[in-house]
């Protein structure tokens, strides 16, 4: 029935259209297009107040997710430097005990040699102190456990 009374409503606007005085339809066009351009302007309004409430949202979302990133740096930036910190005091620390322990041993290992160091032909056995057959241990010198 609604199809109905659509169809005969719309059929009567026409031969109302068809019949009325053009000076009318300019005046009926007119407010038409007035109305037309008051509802796009009116969902153009809405749009962009929505769109403005989305950026600000959005703003304010980026914003804290870059206060957590600064503080996530700064706290990975702040454990890097007490790492490096430690790292540097063991590092120092082992150079001391390196160079503690060189002093503590014989200096002559340490240092280069020179020209005194080097053998000379007085520095050579003779014959004279070349070990004889006395002087090598037999079995009966070598120390036993009941000694």
């Known amino acids: 029935m609604e199809k109905e009374l659509k169809k005969a409503a719309g059929k009567a606007a026409k031969e109302v259209w068809k019949h009325t005085p053009e000076p009318v339809k300019d005046k009926v066009k007119e407010k038409a297009k007035d109305k037309m351009i008051e509802g796009i302007q009116d969902k153009g309004e809405a749009f962009a107040e929505k769109a403005e409430k989305i950026t600000d949202k959005a703003g304010e979302k980026l914003h804290d997710k870059a206060k957590d990133a600064k503080e996530k740096t700064q706290d990975a930036l702040m454990s890097a430097k007490d790492r490096l910190g430690d790292a540097v005091e063991s590092g120092k620390e082992l150079q ?52």
Do not use: C, F, L, P
């Not at 060189?102 to 020179?114: A, F, L, Q, T």
């Not at 079995?139 to 009941?146: A, D, E, R, V």
């Open 96 to 147: 001391d005990k390196i160079s503690s322990n060189n002093e503590d041993k014989d200096s002559r290992k340490r240092r280069v040699k020179g020209i005194r160091d080097i053998k000379t032909a007085k520095d050579i056995k003779g014959v004279s102190n070349i070990k004889g057959t006395q002087d090598i241990k037999s079995s009966n010198n070598i120390k036993t456990m009941g000694s």
